[in-house]
Nanobody
Framework: HVQLVESGGGSVQAGGSLRLSCAAS????????MAWFRQAPGKEREGAAR????????YYADSVKGRFTISQDNAKNIWYLKMDSLKPEDTALYYC?????????????????WGQGTQVTVS
């Protein structure tokens, strides 16, 4: 049984930083990928970043490229999203997600496992 638990959300002023964490249990697909998605009120869930859990290769959506960094601690089975230079439009509920196979994109349908989300508010 795969369980993902996010933490680290909060309220921050524009230009500030936050680091989100995703603790995974029961997830042993070490050649697949993890990702961070976000969903703002009234909008569809969108991918922000993903990381290949075996190679460490990363991919970012254009909206966060250069400001967000996804990383992993394989020993602890924890994934991170460091968010810098935050903007009000980054305000959303942030979810971590895990795939059962190698990822080729950053779409919701590729990820069967989801956390409950952590709120990020930028003012």
């Amino acid at each position: 049984h795969v369980q993902l638990v996010e933490s680290g959300g909060g309220s921050v002023q524009a230009g500030g930083s936050l680091r989100l964490s995703c603790a995974a249990s029961g997830y042993t697909y070490n050649r697949n990928c993890m990702a961070w998605f976000r969903q703002a009120p009234g909008k569809e869930r969108e991918g922000a970043a993903r990381i290949a859990t075996g190679s460490g290769n990363t991919y970012y959506a254009d909206s966060v490229k250069g400001r967000f960094t996804i990383s992993q601690d394989n020993a602890k089975n924890i994934w991170y999203l460091k968010m810098d230079s935050l903007k009000p439009e980054d305000t959303a509920l942030y979810y971590c997600a895990a795939a059962k196979h190698v990822c080729t994109g950053l779409t919701v349908t590729e990820f069967p496992y989801w956390g409950q989300g952590t709120q990020v508010t930028v003012s």
